[in-house]
Each structure stands twice: as structure tokens, then as C-alpha cells.
């Protein structure tokens, strides 16, 4: 008996180095209780199984200053079973918006008895624990840079610290629970499927929209469509053969093995997604024969799924868009994937494009740190006054 979705086997997959990215596959089924093996699909064989994978594998919501009843809504869609992290930047004076994130995370505790960790990403003590295994994450006020990529980095070490397995993140502003649920099943079914120890699964959104007045359900964002485009014009220089295999470059959903995600080069912002692609090949293609690469002799398995639900957030607006685009090709104009002359060249016409005169800054990169992370989690909890978990 199957109780998970249905995910359709990728059909191929191109190999670079020790990297194996599969072709963009699809959710077939988004329930599949009581159903069979199918040839071609995959889905949990059965309950227990599910629940094995779901409760190691840690959901990640870093949040900023989004709506509490959006964020709630996320909250709620995420299967019971996973351990919840939050992590927020969020304003505490004049309207502590941090403080109702935690009651709702509270709320939620008392209701499902899930293992809950809510984080302030400007907390004192955190800065304090990280200042001198990743110093250059402290800002000019001594405390963690604000940024999507440094939330992301601080979840890891939390999920290291309580010993799961897998890891998924699920941005805060989506307007559509049920797309939370999607994206979670997705994790779990592709996580399962995987070979490799050292795993990636990526969602590429079926629809997205804003929540404007204006309603119009888009195949893909103009930041993923240009920041797809030039990770396969890059690989596509380097190979000799021109290649579409990317579609997820700056997919916020998507979920790895705490093995790989231990070893990966974080990027600080809205890059962190893209960083993460530019790291792995920099470690298992570029760098393979240099004994870099941690899942040797096996091949690092990279997975992009499409989701069935529309992913409907707030409109955040062009400039937002242009920043998205400009710190994305930042991590790849300066890595060794697209150290070349023809990829910059082609990054630098893009960006003209986009009016942006200069080259790409160089973006703020931070290491995993080499810490006991258990430590880290038990200092973290016994003295910080904002930092709250539950079940634990």
C-alpha cells in the first residue's frame, strides 16, 4: 500500500563530475493512500515509513516582518511530524511582531506536541556563540547580518544540534497552506527515493502569482527565468554542450540530506539558493579531481520537482526582483564555475540590461563551521531570553 504522493521518475539526467542533476519531473498524484506501485512513479510504500522520514526530516521557516496569519497558515500545513524551526528577523519596538510569532509557534506546540525551536536571527546570544567560528556573519552592531542566507545557515546548525537527518525549507509569505503540505510530501517522497547519502530535491513552483489585484498565474518568475538561463549558459561553455537541465535555481523550497548540507558554502541573502547549485559544483565538478568533492566515490543527487499547487505570495515589487537577480549571478561571476571569459561576458550583458553599470559585488560567503553543534544548541537555549523551543 502506497500512502504518499505520487512523484513521476525523472526520465534522464546529465552528469557533471561526481554531480548528477536530474530532469524537472512532476507530482503526479498528491495522495496516494491505498493505492499500488506504478511503473514509472514512486511513493512511500507505507505509514510507518512516512512517519520515519517525516520526523527526521527538520522544516526551516525563516521569517521576516511577513503577516502573523499568512505565516500561521504556513505554520499549520507543515505535517505534524517534522521538527519546525523558525527562524526570524523580525521587529520586536514599537509592535513586537516577534512576539506573536512566538505565541503562534506556542499555540501550535500545545495543539500538535510537535518539537517547535523559534530563533530571533538578531539575538545577542547568538551572535556571541558564532563570532569566532564564522566572524564575518557579525554586522557593525555585533550581532548576525540580517539576510535569507544567513537564517538558512543558522536552521542547519539548529537541525545539526537536534540530530535529524534531512533538512527543508519553506519560505514564510505563501498565501496557500496547501502548497506548504505539497512541498513537504514532496521532500519527503524524493528524500526516500534518493540513492545517495548526500541529496537534494528542489520544487519548481507549477504556477506563481502575487496577491494583488491583479491575478495572473505565471509559469516561472523573471529572477528564475534569468538566473536559470545563465547556470546553463555556464555549463553549457564549460561542457561544449548546450544543456536546459537547470530549473531551479532560485527555488526557496527545497530540501537536502544534514550531509550535504554540512558541507556546502552558504551565501548571505537572497543568493543562498543559487550559492548552494554553485557550491556543489564547484566541490563535485570543477574541483572533483582534487578529492574535494564529500560524496566520492558515489555522485551527489540533485532533484527538481514540479509542484501541483499555484505558489501565491506578496508582491515585493521590481526593485526586489533586480536585487534577487543581481546577488544570484553575483555567486556565480565569482566562483570557478563562471570564472571564464565568455560566461562573465554574458553576465555582464544580462546585468546591463537590467541597468546595473558595474560587475557584480562579491557576495558575503560563509563556511559550515566546525563546531560541536550539540553545544551550540544547549548554550543557545540555557541563555538566550528570545530564543524558545518546545518538546525537545
Known amino acids: 500500500m502506497v500512502l504518499s504522493m505520487y512523484v513521476g521518475y525523472p526520465s534522464r539526467f546529465e552528469a557533471y563530475g561526481a554531480v548528477k542533476i536530474y530532469e524537472l519531473s512532476k507530482v503526479q498524484v498528491l495522495l496516494g493512500v491505498g493505492g499500488s506501485s506504478k511503473p514509472g512513479l514512486y511513493g512511500i510504500a507505507n505509514f510507518d515509513e512516512f512517519i520515519r522520514t517525516a520526523e527526521s526530516t527538520a522544516i526551516v521557516v525563516p521569517t521576516r516582518d511577513e503577516d502573523p496569519m499568512v505565516l500561521e497558515g504556513v505554520l499549520r500545513a507543515v505535517p505534524i511530524y517534522s521538527p519546525l524551526i523558525v527562524v526570524s528577523a523580525s521587529t520586536q519596538k514599537p509592535l513586537n ?25 538578531r539575538d545577542p546570544v547568538l551572535a556571541d556563540i558564532l563570532k569566532d567560528s564564522i566572524p564575518n556573519i557579525i554586522d557593525e552592531d555585533g550581532l548576525i547580518h540580517y539576510g535569507k542566507g544567513e537564517a538558512l545557515l543558522i536552521a542547519t546548525l539548529v537541525a545539526d544540534g537536534i540530530g535529524v537527518e534531512n533538512i527543508g525549507f519553506i519560505d514564510a509569505d505563501n498565501y496557500i497552506p496547501g502548497a506548504v503540505t505539497e512541498y513537504t510530501l514532496i521532500y519527503y517522497t524524493v528524500l526516500r527515493m534518493a540513492e545517495s547519502d548526500y541529496k537534494m530535491v528542489r520544487v519548481s513552483w507549477g504556477y506563481k502569482a502575487y496577491g494583488s489585484v491583479e491575478f495572473y498565474l505565471r509559469k516561472t518568475g523573471k529572477a528564475s527565468q534569468i538566473v536559470n538561463s545563465v547556470l546553463n549558459k555556464v555549463l553549457s561553455f564549460r561542457r561544449r554542450i548546450e ?150
Open 243 to 392: 544543456t536546459e537541465i537547470i530549473k531551479t535555481s532560485n527555488s526557496g523550497e527545497h530540501a537536502m540530506s544534514m550531509k550535504l548540507a554540512k558541507e556546502l558554502t552558504y551565501a548571505g541573502g537572497y543568493a543562498v539558493e543559487t550559492q548552494e547549485l554553485v557550491s556543489i559544483l564547484e566541490m563535485c565538478y570543477i574541483d572533483v579531481d582534487t578529492g574535494r568533492c564529500p560524496s566520492l566515490p558515489h555522485s551527489i543527487e540533485i532533484y527538481q520537482v514540479e509542484s501541483r499547487n499555484p505558489h501565491i505570495h506578496s508582491e515585493k515589487g521590481e526593485t526586489h526582483v533586480v536585487e534577487m537577480i543581481i546577488d544570484s549571478l553575483s555567486t556565480i561571476y565569482h566562483s570557478k564555475l563562471g570564472s571564464d571569459s565568455k560566461s562573465r561576458s554574458h553576465m555582464i550583458s544580462i546585468l546591463r540590461e537590467l541597468a546595473y553599470e558595474s560587475e557584480p559585488p562579491l557576495p558575503q560567503v560563509y563556511r559550515y563551521p566546525d563546531i560541536n553543534a550539540r553545544a551550540f544548541m544547549d548554550r543557545l537555549l540555557s541563555e538566550s531570553r528570545l530564543c524558545v523551543a518546545y518538546g525537545l
Open 97 to 121: 511582531v516577534y512576539g506573536m510569532e512566538m505565541d503562534i509557534a506556542k499555540t501550535l506546540y500545545r495543539v500538535t506536541g510537535r518539537p517547535t525551536i523559534v530563533i530571533h536571527q
